[in-house]
């Protein structure tokens, strides 16, 4: 494939930001659906494809979620046009047949727990990366977060269900005035080595 | 931002394949310090940034990576013209003081191991999933794995190191000759809500 030009590369990586404050401007659902169509399409082992997405829209369902939240993630979280509970599905292994049909990969799971969360939480984070990614090259802006209550969240969102929630996302179109300057990033020397 | 054309919607996303047929083309080392300069610029956790990534390019390093992997995944490796061991380090709060000057978020992680792994695993992996946009982004393509023997390539290539193997990844120029069709994709109703 040919590569990106300077312009795709500072939308994806180079300028784009995390952002907490935004736009007055909704997120369609349609923009929402679009997004899924990217990000299914980016690899993940034997193709399990274990995320789920929680797009939380509705002010009912964002007062339910702003309990959850550590007190510093709750402005930007409550204005946002829609927040994303990033989870996995531990019953991926049910889907392998439909999604993976070269191989009975559903029986490698079998009676391994551990095994079996440790690839829906590793697939799913991926696949995290490539929603944020994703958001990003559709000219959305995103908040991601690690601070919240995941025992409540998924009382709250996910009750009934075997989906677990992972991290948070914030989707809008961001306003950029209030962001710092960016900061520090390793150098490749400290974090990467060729042999 | 603004969105990306659709030939880049495709080179990310629609129509990039995971490859295991490898043109013989060397990837040079200034591509790989590329790579790294649009990876480390996307989100992590307080700036964590704990992915650590050891690109195997020699003969040599790549004979000692041989045993590690499966059966099936041998081939394929070793005719990349780079595999990656994406890794995450668990002492990653040592460079926090670093990365996240604006608070102390070393201590956020002292005597906490359990929380200081979560964190190291999904930031690391959400930084692979950036590396493999990332490289396609620049044009190479891709070949991410998880079948391999972690504990061998711990000892054989992070001795010493607070660094721990998490997936592989070729990298290369792809030859599309031996793809097979796409695998199944869910659709966005089975796998997203919207509330």
Same mark, same amino acid.
């Given at each position: 494939?040919?590569?990106?030009?300077?312009?795709?590369l /500072? &939308?994806?990586?180079?300028?784009?930001r995390?952002?907490w404050?935004?736009?007055?401007? %909704?997120?369609?659902?349609? +923009? !929402?659906?679009?997004?899924?169509?990217?990000?299914?399409?980016?690899?993940t082992?034997?193709?399990?494809?274990?995320?789920?997405?929680?797009?939380?829209?509705?002010?009912?369902?964002?007062?339910?979620?702003?309990?959850?939240?550590t007190?510093?993630?709750?402005p930007?979280?409550?204005?946002?046009?829609?927040?994303?509970?990033?989870?996995?599905?531990?019953?991926?292994p049910?889907?392998?047949?439909?999604?993976?049909?070269?191989? /009975? &990969?559903?029986?490698?799971?079998?009676?391994?727990?551990a095994?079996?969360?440790?690839? %829906?939480?590793?697939?799913? +984070? !991926?696949?995290g990366?490539?929603?944020?990614?994703?958001?990003?090259?559709?000219?959305?802006?995103?908040?991601?977060?690690?601070?919240?209550?995941?025992?409540?969240?998924?009382?709250?969102?996910?009750?009934?269900?075997t989906?677990?929630?992972?991290?948070?996302?914030?989707?809008?179109?961001?306003?950029?005035?209030?962001?710092?300057?960016?900061?520090?990033?390793?150098?490749?020397?400290d974090?990467?080595?060729?042999?």
């Open positions: 494939m040919s590569a990106l030009d300077a312009t795709a /500072d &939308a994806l990586f180079l300028e784009a995390t952002h404050q935004w736009q007055d401007r %909704a997120v369609d659902d349609s +923009t !929402l659906e679009r997004l899924h169509t990217l990000v299914k399409m980016a690899p082992s034997a193709n399990c494809q274990p995320a789920r997405f929680v797009f939380i829209k509705s002010p009912e369902a964002k007062a339910k979620l702003e309990p959850c939240l007190e510093g993630n709750r930007k979280t409550m204005t946002a046009p829609v927040t994303v509970i990033v989870c996995e599905d531990l019953a991926f049910e889907t392998l047949p439909t999604l993976f049909p070269h191989a /009975d &990969a559903k029986a490698w799971f079998d009676g391994k727990p095994f079996t969360e440790e690839t %829906a939480f590793r697939n799913a +984070t !991926l696949q990366g490539y929603l944020i990614l994703a958001a990003r090259a559709l000219g959305l802006d995103c908040g991601p977060m690690s601070g919240f209550d995941q025992a409540k969240v998924d009382a709250t969102f996910l009750e009934g269900t989906w677990r929630s992972n991290f948070l996302l914030n989707l809008g179109y961001g306003d950029p005035t209030p962001l710092f300057p960016r900061s520090p990033r390793p150098a490749f020397a974090v990467c080595r060729i042999v």
